[in-house]
């Protein structure tokens, strides 16, 4: 287990330059070419292109990791909390406390992340980036706090500048200082979280944020209107078209950014990353407008009933695997992804080819025949 408490870069500054060499780090997939995977699937014991969505995470999963990928033995989840400023308007069904005591019990074992990592044999990183109490003595838990909590985006800057880029490396040594799992799924924790998340979402997509605001944890329609009002308030700050940084910076929160981290972390090692739900794809496209070449890396697990979700996968490109009208968080739908990616990587590796099965390949048809 990692204690970021220790590591230098929690206790010095973390540079603009150490930012840069992070997303430098970050290159496009070439670990096998796109036609020979394609030849490749279409020799299989099928008709071409019968497996649908299935082919195409197959051939974007051997870019990654070659053809055939190999198996795969270490499956996490790494799920961040932290506190937000904005919660003290009541943006949430829930009080703040409850994201220290969702952590003691992702440390016991007890949250619904837990249940099904167990299920699908993966495992759970839950990390404390910025939880507003004094976790040091839970166990099972790593302790990166930041800082805790942010400051209310509707009064001013969430983060500096610099607590943003703490928090991004934070998520990057989740991921590279240690065995670096096989493949990654982002999972958060925190009160107040979707507002933050409809606020970066909003000033990354321009769209309104009365389109991408929902019900969160489960408030009324007077909630959801308070909190349109608190990011467009929170906005008014933001220029358009501002960098991913200073959006961030403004409007962000710290398990944001330190997903953020996971990403770049999880790109620059060629593993591939499942996002989850709202707040973990608002990371994934603030890294991927700090970092383009990270889009290579995402696969969408699921679509969300939150409204804002359907905005940021639209911007991303990236089409979900299901829908079970999930809006949970903590990493739930994209740890439910990890089979479905594995039977993608399966079927390079273990379907026969017609040629080795023996098998006719289509006859071809003339046409106006049946």
Known sequence: ???????????????????????????????????????????????????????????????????PPPEWHRRVVFVLAADHGVSVHGVSAYPREVTAQMCRNYASGGAAISAICRAV????????????????????????????????????????????????????????????PDVIALGEMGIGNTTAASAVTAALTGEDPALIIGPGTGVGADVVQLKVRLVRRALQRVPVNAPALRVLSEVGGLEIAGLVGVILGAASARRAVV?????????????????????????????????????????????????LDMRLGEGTGAALAFP???????????MATFESAGVSRRTPVQDGQP
Do not use: N
């Not at 509707?154 to 943003?164: K, Y």
């Not at 479905?340 to 273990?350: G, Q």
């Open 275 to 323: 996002t989850d739900g709202f707040i973990a794809t608002s990371a994934a496209l603030a890294a991927v407008r700090l970092c383009p070449a990270a889009r290579s890396y995402l696969f969408a697990s699921h679509c969300s009933t939150e409204p804002g979700h359907h905005v940021l996968l639209k911007a991303l490109g990236l089409r979900p695997m299901f829908d």
């Open 121 to 180: 044999g993966a495992s759970v990183v839950a990390v404390d980036v910025g939880v507003d109490a004094d976790l040091a003595g839970v166990p099972k838990l790593e302790h990166c706090k930041v800082r805790r909590a942010t400051r209310d985006l509707s009064a001013g800057r969430a983060l500096t500048p610099c607590e943003v880029r703490r928090a991004i490396q934070v998520g990057w040594e989740l991921v590279r200082d240690r065995p670096v």
């Open 340 to 350: 479905i990616l594995e039977a993608a990587t399966s079927i390079l590796r273990h």
């Open 1 to 67: 287990m990692i204690d970021c408490r220790s590591a230098k870069s929690r206790r010095q500054k973390v540079s603009s330059d150490a930012l840069e060499r992070i997303v430098a780090s970050v290159r496009p997939p070439r670990a096998a070419r796109i036609s020979d995977v394609q030849r490749h699937l279409d020799s299989l014991t099928k008709p071409k292109g019968s497996l649908g969505q299935l082919e195409v995470l197959a051939l974007r999963l051997a870019r990654i990791y070659g053809d």
